[in-house]
């Protein structure tokens, strides 16, 4: 990889013990073995399944591209035209604007955004109007809550007929500005104001509105790096709002890498460790092995409530990482690394916390390392653990686990017991608004298994909307086994 010249000279990089694959679309996956599961209709269990054709995709879709919004009103995929040039299609319209395209997706609003090229330059459709950019490749997109405004970041080249790089944003389809790096901008609730922080000339700030709020001094200690130049303070730098349109920001100022909630300092580290989401890596930068660190993409904050929470590991060769709320230890626990694969859960009232930990580094990949901790209670070990999510009243917790290393090892939990069958791979379970059902898309063997209560009502080859769970226990679904698309709904019986 490209970016392992650049790091091997400045960082040591310190394997996770546990390898956990986490992929984008939310799921934890290990080798898929066993036969497919069986075809269900009709009556399953304590649920009616029924089953909708949507559309048959044509000869020439390209796989894995179709995307629908989340009313399932919408659709989006990608063909590849008599030229071989990826087009995409909205709704049964082949779109002319963009050619190369890339993976169509939907804003919460259900508009389509698609990239692709245009003269020669890259561009976003976004809702159709195309945005020019200066970028190499297609980027991430984030959206309000409602959908209705969207940003982007990424790399330039900065001019001058160098090869140095800038940062560039966009919000709503307009450029916001030019930076050294910059963070990925966070809008607030009703998405009437986003918040980013920006680095120019070692300096880091706070910006609202696409305005500096604080510039903040620069580091006046010995910090750790960012790993590479332009377009990567995402993945140190978060900014978050609160339920109460405060923010919390891990920035750069005087003290090393402080977390700022409303202005306030809750702690400072002199080093920003890069690892966890879809990373099997802990990197920790040289000269660094005994300082206070923070791992800055487990920063969360609660729905509902004014509460952050992260790792963080104090300073000393004795150190060890643990969770903390709103800059206080949540509990007694600590480790000698923290959990890679996701950051801690908050439930919405902020009341309620839980996260993995790995106690000790297992020796082998068959050793049960990893437990679950909520509200200080310790259940297992198991090999693996994904999906932690608590219900919207806050009642109840959810999270699947794994007992092995491979094949059918996954299990889901409903308040720290066993709930359902197995599966060779699992993504997050989805709770009913009143806490009273539960369902989920998994894997067994080369089929997608849809499960609501913990009773397996049916499988396809691809699942394209995560399901959505009634108070009745209703869910709805769509899916695809080969060309077809396919609406599945249930009811209780």
């Known amino acids: 990889m490209k970016s392992d010249l650049l790091l091997k000279s400045a960082i040591a990089v310190v394997a996770v013990s546990m390898v956990v694959t986490v992929a984008a679309c939310e799921k934890v996956k290990t080798v898929l073995r066993g036969p497919p599961a069986p075809i269900y209709s009709g009556i399953v269990g304590h649920s009616s399944v029924q089953r909708t054709d949507v559309l048959t ?10 995307a629908f919004s989340s009313d399932a009103k919408h659709y989006a995929y990608l063909v590849n035209d008599p030229d071989g040039v990826r087009r995409a299609v909205v709704d049964g319209v082949e779109s002319q604007a963009l050619a190369d395209c890339s993976q169509p997706e939907f804003s919460p609003a259900g508009k389509p955004f698609f990239w692709g090229m245009k003269d020669g330059n890259v561009a ?20 309000s809550k409602d959908g209705a405004r969207w940003a982007t970041i990424g790399p330039a080249p900065a001019g001058g007929g160098d090869s140095s790089r800038v940062a560039v944003l966009f919000v709503d389809g307009v450029q916001v500005g030019r930076y050294g790096d910059v963070s990925f901008p966070e809008f607030d609730r009703d998405g009437k104001h986003y918040a980013f922080l920006f680095l120019n000339n070692g300096q880091m700030s706070l ?31 978060p900014v978050r709002y609160l339920s109460d349109g405060g923010i919390v920001a891990l920035a750069q100022d005087a003290n090393g890498w402080t977390v700022f909630k409303n202005g306030k300092a809750l702690g400072s580290y002199r ?13 920790s930068f040289g000269g660094f092995e005994e300082a206070a660190s923070i791992q800055g993409q487990s920063l969360v904050v609660a729905d509902d409530a004014p509460v952050a929470a992260w790792w963080e590991r104090p300073a000393g060769k004795d150190g060890r990482w643990h969770v903390v709320v709103d800059g206080k230890p949540a509990d007694a626990f600590s480790a000698p690394l923290f959990w890679s694969a996701e950051p801690p859960a908050l439930s919405r009232d902020g009341k309620r916390l839980g996260y993995s930990v790995i106690p000790v580094p297992a020796k082998d990949d068959n050793a049960n390392a990893a437990y679950v901790v909520i509200d200080g209670t310790k259940r297992g070990p198991y090999h693996h653990v994904w999906g932690i999510r608590f219900t919207q009243d806050s009642q109840h917790f959810a999270y699947a686990a794994a007992s092995g290393p491979e094949g059918n090892a996954w299990s889901y939990y409903l308040d720290g017991k066993p709930f359902g069958t197995k599966y060779s791979s699992v993504y997050r379970p989805v709770f009913s608004s009143n806490g009273r059902h539960v369902a989920w898309q998994a894997e067994r063997g080369n089929k997608q298994v849809l499960s609501v209560d913990g009773q397996d009502i049916a499988t396809a080859d691809e699942v394209l909307l995560r399901p959505k769970v009634e108070d009745t226990g209703a869910t709805s679904w769509v899916v695809r086994d080969g060309q077809k698309v396919t609406a599945i709904t249930t009811a209780i019986e």
């Open 124 to 143: 976003l459709s976004a809702d159709g109007r195309i945005v020019r950019t200066p970028f190499a490749r297609d980027e991430a997109l984030v959206f």
């Open 207 to 237: 910006a609202v509105d696409g305005k500096v709020s604080v510039a903040f001094a620069k580091p006046k200690v010995e910090i750790s790096m960012m790993p590479f130049p332009a377009s990567t303070m995402f993945l140190l730098s």
């Open 271 to 283: 080093q920003n460790v890069w690892g966890g989401g879809n990373f099997n890596t802990m990197i």
């Open 57 to 66: 995709l044509p000869e020439n879709y390209r796989e894995s591209s179709l």
